[in-house]
Nanobody, 115 residues
Framework: QVHLVESGGGLVQPGGSLRLSCTAS????????MGWFRQAPGKQRELVAT???????YYADSVKGRFTISRDNAQNMMYLQMNNLKPEDTAVYYC?????????WGQGTQVTVAS
């Protein structure tokens, strides 16, 4: 079955950086858009960034210029490089893949930005 696993979360000071990874398995992911979402306590889940199978990225306005999404189709990996982190970035980050009307999610990884 399709399985996504996030890693790389942790505690970082404001202004610091983290790199999240998403490892995908169970099918061929190269044709499909993948993305990162996040959900903070008491807030609705929100889109962070997406990347098409061909590598075209999209970013939410809140992270534009600070985050970079990328993927390595040969290794079934997706990444989110997060720079200049702010306390408002604190959330559980989830990766997903959209297989034409069928969406799969990872279990999430916690990112905490605090001094």
């Amino acid at each position: 079955q399709v399985h996504l696993v996030e890693s790389g979360g942790g505690l970082v000071q404001p202004g610091g950086s983290l790199r999240l990874s998403c490892t995908a398995s169970g099918t061929t992911f190269s044709p499909y858009t993948m993305g990162w979402f996040r959900q903070a306590p008491g807030k609705q889940r929100e889109l962070v960034a997406t990347i098409t199978g061909g590598g075209r990225p999209y970013y939410a306005d809140s992270v534009k210029g600070r985050f970079t999404i990328s993927r390595d189709n040969a290794q079934n990996m997706m990444y989110l490089q997060m720079n200049n982190l702010k306390p408002e970035d604190t959330a559980v980050y989830y990766c997903n893949v959209n297989l034409d009307l069928l969406v799969f999610w990872g279990q999430g990884t916690q990112v905490t930005v605090a001094s």
